[in-house]
């Protein structure tokens, strides 16, 4: 949590999604997930069908697709997330 609270070289960001889910990396394939009030940057280039879903007001993303989000460099200005088994 101090990761989040402080500045650390352990995370460039506050909102590095690759860092931060990396505690339950091995789970996240058992969840599909609600994103919503989504504001990031910058956008995925090429994948037209998934930043469709994204710019809705709120999506849910396949653990696919939300594998696909995790392996970009985007930082979550603002957005909720919740995983759903």
Not at 7 to 29: A, G, Q, R, V
Not at 54 to 61: F, H, P
Not at 71 to 76: L, P, R, S
């Amino acid at each position: 949590m101090n990761w989040v609270l402080y500045k650390s070289e352990n995370m460039p960001f506050h909102t590095d999604l690759n860092i931060l889910f990396k505690p339950i990396l091995d789970d996240i394939n058992n969840f599909h997930w609600f994103l919503s009030d989504l504001e990031f940057s910058p956008w995925i280039e090429g994948e037209t069908l998934l930043m469709e879903k994204l710019k809705r007001k709120y999506c849910i993303l396949t653990n696919e697709e939300f594998n696909k989000l995790l392996a970009e460099d985007i930082q979550m200005i603002w957005a909720s997330l919740l995983g759903r088994m």
